[in-house]
């Protein structure tokens, strides 16, 4: 098992940024993958980042390519996804998530999740 919470979301500007984390405990986080993904109101969730279990690999979506990044800390069993130039049509609820496999684009391939963290754009 393995527990994960997201903290970082809030209200900003458009053209701001922020920085989501995500920490992990249970089982050994070097062990899986992570990844994030956002769900807006009668939106179906959407592939944001993620990032294999040494940080060497990382994945986007093509709508956030070039503004945000995602990284890893596995000492301190935490990843991130740092949020640039942000746009209204990012605002959604965040949710980091673990699989124990490779890191992929597909939510189902993803065996944990957090309970979701809102980030809010305004124009």
């Known amino acids: 098992q393995v527990q994960l919470v997201e903290s970082g979301g809030g209200l900003v500007q458009a053209g701001g940024s922020l920085r989501l984390s995500c920490a992990a405990s249970g089982r050994t986080f070097t062990y899986y993958a992570m990844g994030w993904f956002r769900q807006a109101p009668g939106k179906e969730r959407e592939f944001v980042a993620a990032i294999n279990w040494s940080g060497g690999t990382t994945y986007y979506g093509n709508s956030v390519k070039g503004r945000f990044t995602i990284s890893r800390d596995n000492p301190k069993n935490t990843v991130y996804l740092q949020m640039t130039s942000l746009k209204p049509e990012d605002t959604a609820v965040y949710y980091c998530?673990?699989?124990?496999?490779?890191?992929?684009?597909?939510?189902?391939?993803?065996?944990?999740w957090g309970q979701g963290t809102q980030v809010t754009v305004s124009s």
């Open positions: 998530s673990a699989n124990l496999g490779r890191a992929t684009q597909n939510a189902y391939d993803y065996d944990y």
